[in-house]
Structure formats: structure tokens, C-alpha cells
């Protein structure tokens, strides 16, 4: 466990190497959701209610559901397979003594410890500063239930790429073998 915590970390460590990456994701974040914001006060102008839902309402639903979105990037993992398949990269994750699973997940988990705690940030200073009350559930049951299932669909979309990212090397392997056969029996 004390290996995956250390992965975790030097990844996480890893992302502030591209601060200026870092900066333009925090600002392009809350320029989208200041966008949200121009638009929604247009819509909901002299209106308490749209279809049910107060401006706070759709506004606290638009912020959080943002940073969310804005955590899950798993999709880079079946995309790094594949690009060390193809650049014949992937064979230093065998050696090492982790799981190749565990290793991808870990990545991920630094990953997105990173870009939550900036996300959060994010979203703490756009409550703030626009004073918008975040609207929720006062049922605590159903707010550790989502919390639960935020949890469980990261881990989930990890897990889908990395599978991803085997199959790409299973096709590769498959590819590789029908046309090394084909060319040797020609």
C-alpha cells in the first residue's frame, strides 16, 4: 500500500511542474462557470423560478457538477498506453515491482488529488466572491450516498481506461502476430 501512497504522491508532486498549465485550467474553469453565471442571470431575469428551480439552485447544480467534470481525466491513461505501445515504452511498467493496475490507478489517484484541491479552491473563491449560497440537501444520507458514488464513478472511468489501454495492447499483440504470420507465409 506504502508503494501506491508514494506513486500517488510523486504524481501529484508531478503536476506542479506545469504551473502555467495549472493557472490556465484554474482561470478557463471559472471563466465557464462565469459564463454560466451571465447566461443563467439572463435567462432567470424577473423570474423567481424556472421549471422549479431558483437561480442558486441552477447555479450551485451548474459550480459543483463543473468541478466533477473538471476532476475526471482518466481518459489520459488508456492514451499513455497507447502511446508507449506504440513508441515500445510500456515493457518499464513490467519490471517494476507494482501491480501495472495499481500503478495506473495511484497515477490517477495523485492526479486527481491535484486537481481537486485546485478545483475546490476554485469553487470556494466563486461562492465567495459572487456570494451565491450553495443550495443542497439538508439529508445526509443522500449527500453520503453522492459522495459515495463520486468516489466509486472515478474509480470506475480509471479502471474502464486502463482496461482500455490492455485491450489496446491485446489488439496490438494480435496485429502484430497476423501480419508477421501473413508476411512469413508470402
Request: proline content about 1%.
Amino acid at each position: 500500500m506504502k508503494k501506491y501512497l508514494e506513486i500517488a504522491r510523486a504524481y501529484m508532486k508531478a503536476q506542479l511542474i506545469w504551473r502555467a498549465d495549472v493557472f490556465i485550467d484554474v482561470i478557463l474553469s471559472v471563466a465557464k462557470i462565469l459564463f454560466a453565471w451571465i447566461l443563467w442571470s439572463i435567462l432567470f431575469e424577473g423570474k423567481e423560478q424556472i421549471a422549479g428551480l431558483e437561480f442558486h439552485t441552477m447555479i450551485s447544480y451548474y459550480i459543483i457538477s463543473s468541478y466533477l467534470f473538471q476532476m475526471e481525466k482518466s481518459a489520459e491513461i488508456s492514451q499513455q498506453m497507447t502511446g508507449m505501445l506504440r513508441n515500445g515504452t510500456f515493457s518499464k511498467y513490467m519490471v517494476i515491482p507494482v501491480q501495472t493496475q495499481g500503478y495506473f490507478v495511484a497515477m490517477e489517484v495523485g492526479k486527481l488529488a491535484f486537481s481537486s484541491g485546485i478545483g475546490f479552491l476554485a469553487t470556494v473563491l466563486w461562492f465567495c466572491l459572487f456570494r451565491i449560497s450553495i443550495v443542497h440537501t439538508v439529508n445526509w444520507k443522500i449527500l453520503l450516498c453522492g459522495m459515495i458514488m463520486v468516489v466509486l464513478g472515478l474509480l470506475f472511468m480509471a479502471l474502464l481506461n486502463y482496461f482500455l489501454g490492455i485491450l489496446t495492447l491485446k489488439l496490438w499483440v494480435n496485429l502484430d502476430y497476423l501480419f508477421r504470420s501473413s508476411y512469413m507465409s508470402v
